[in-house]
């Protein structure tokens, strides 16, 4: 069994908790492996069980954009735009230089929130900043 086949092996135990940073690497191998694959609905499970981790196991703001970017592909585009806008909202903070850079993921997957799965019309928004 290829590491594929068990990272998307449905009655393999779940983490109920992540407890260890190894924990969260296993939950976290497995979003990316589900969004990858285009499973967005597993892959933004995932993605809330790591927000739901310790303090410190894991980068919150990269989740958040992740999980953004998984909701957008899966049409949640309202739930989309709240964790994109948590992470511009960071981004453009005094802690990180506050300036939202304009070749940032994070914006261009906002704007294809904002239309609603239109990728064309975000990117030709996005290319206007």
């Not at 135990?13 to 939950?27: F, G, N, P, W």
Request: overall charge negative.
């Amino acid at each position: 069994m290829g590491i594929l086949d068990r990272l998307f092996k449905k009655d393999e135990k779940e983490l109920k908790e992540i407890a260890s940073i190894e924990d969260a690497e296993t939950v976290a191998k497995r979003a990316t492996a589900f969004h990858e694959k285009g499973d967005y609905a597993d892959a933004i499970k995932y993605y809330t069980q790591l927000l739901n981790a310790p303090q410190g196991f894991v980068d919150r703001y990269a989740v958040l954009q992740e999980r953004g970017m998984a909701f957008c592909e899966n049409g949640n585009f309202n739930e989309a735009e709240r964790d994109l806008e948590e992470v511009l909202q960071v981004l453009g903070s005094d802690d990180y230089g506050g300036d939202i850079s304009k070749d940032s993921q994070a914006m261009y997957w906002l704007m294809v929130a904002r239309h609603k799965g239109d990728k064309k019309k975000a990117m030709d928004e996005f290319v206007k900043l």
